[in-house]
């Protein structure tokens, strides 16, 4: 299994794959940073929505 990686990063062709697996990497880190940055935001809307809901059932007459 190894031999094979090791054949795809001195091959040309492996080269490319190479690349598109740390573009993947790269994406996939910026997305968990953001994700993490927004958290509270989204966390804080939900929980509004929950409590406005919860408050929904009891001006009934």
Do not use: D, R
Not at 14 to 21: I, P, S, W
Not at 46 to 61: D, R, W, Y
């Amino acid at each position: 299994m190894m031999e094979k990686m090791k054949n795809l990063v001195v091959e040309e062709e492996g080269q490319g794959l190479v690349e598109y697996a740390l573009i993947i990497a790269l994406i996939s880190v910026v997305l968990v940073g953001a994700l993490q940055l927004v958290e509270g935001g989204i966390s804080g809307a939900f929980n509004s929505i929950v409590s406005e809901l919860g408050g929904a059932g009891e001006g009934g007459g």
